[in-house]
């Protein structure tokens, strides 16, 4: 987010807090939370366009297919959670904005073993700009890799997964550029820290398989979306010199939207016309 922003646990407005709405600033949770010390908690992160939460089912869904591939049960139906979420919105008063459901496993024990604690839900929403502010971003490859399925549950959006994508990114902005690009335990192209990865080449969409990336809730839309236009979609694994041969590069991701990449270390890539169809697709969509 661009300019100096309020910190996250100082703000007016309400939290769905377990069931109830609470003043944002008590939204408080103790130091000795199982998912503080172990990194088992599960998150969402989702948009508000003209009031309504895009994709609302899709996300309340991964929320409960993250926590149980982390082996617990959230308290809360997938109904019930769209329900909490469309309260939330409406009572922050948000006709645009983000989403952030959270869940997490309580302090009733310490230890490796999380049998025993309580699984606690919050889901808070707030006002959030566009993610880079930029038309066209820069990536730098990170040394970081995508760990293989037998070494972590890829695709649950879980907070431990998002150690080396943190570290990535801030290693990037130090580099002086946006974001970072992840390959993969293979050495295969994956994903950027919070996105997914799109190349266009000779006028087809080649994006890398799901073994090692959270498979996008917007690059599932983007590839429809692109399927629809009559453009050819291919889902394999990709190789770090193909990028040579695309001649468009785009991330998705409900907080970057559909997000142009101008260069990935020295090479270049202009902002073509799949990327800007998509662009111009994906936010008619949104917004019907
Ligand atoms: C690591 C990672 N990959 C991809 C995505 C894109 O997922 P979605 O389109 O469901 O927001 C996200 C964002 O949630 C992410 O954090």
Redesign the pocket.
Same mark, same amino acid.
């Given at each position: 987010m661009a300019g100096p922003a309020l910190p996250m646990d100082d703000r007016d407005g309400v939290i769905w807090y377990n069931g109830n709405l609470v003043p944002w600033r008590e939204a408080k949770a103790h130091v000795l939370i199982h998912s503080l010390h172990y990194g088992n908690s599960v998150f /969402?992160?989702e948009r508000i366009y003209n009031g309504k939460v895009f994709k609302l089912r899709e996300?309340s869904e991964?929320l409960h297919k993250s926590a149980n591939m982390l082996a617990y049960e959230l308290p809360y139906s997938v109904e019930e959670l769209d329900r909490a979420t469309e309260l939330v919105v409406k009572e922050n008063k948000l006709d645009s904005g983000y989403v952030r459901p959270l869940a997490w496993r309580g302090a009733e024990v310490i230890g490796v073993s999380a049998i025993g604690t309580k699984v606690h839900v919050m889901i808070a929403a707030f006002p959030w700009g566009a993610y880079y502010g930029q038309k066209a971003i820069k990536l730098v490859t990170s040394r970081w890799k995508r760990p293989s399925p037998e070494s972590s549950p890829a695709g649950s959006?879980a907070a431990g &997964?998002?150690i080396i994508?943190t570290l990535a990114k801030d290693e990037a902005l130090a580099a002086g550029v946006q974001d970072a690009l992840m390959h993969d335990y293979k050495g295969r192209l994956s /994903?950027? %820290? $919070?996105? +997914?990865l799109f190349l266009a080449i000779n006028g087809e969409l080649h994006t890398p398989t799901t073994e090692t990336? &959270? +498979? $996008?809730? %917007?690059?599932?839309?983007v590839m429809e979306l692109a399927r629809k236009r009559g453009i050819k979609v291919v889902e394999r694994e990709i190789w770090p010199d193909e990028l040579a041969k695309a001649s468009e590069v785009f991330l998705? $991701? %409900?907080?970057?939207e559909v997000q142009p990449v101008s260069a990935i270390d020295k090479q270049e890539f202009e902002v073509g016309p799949i990327t800007q169809q998509m662009i111009a697709d994906y936010s008619a969509l949104v917004r019907s």
């Open positions: /969402e992160g996300h991964r959006k &997964l998002y994508c /994903e950027a %820290t $919070g996105a +997914n990336i &959270l +498979n $996008g809730i %917007t690059r599932q839309t998705t $991701g %409900t907080a970057v």
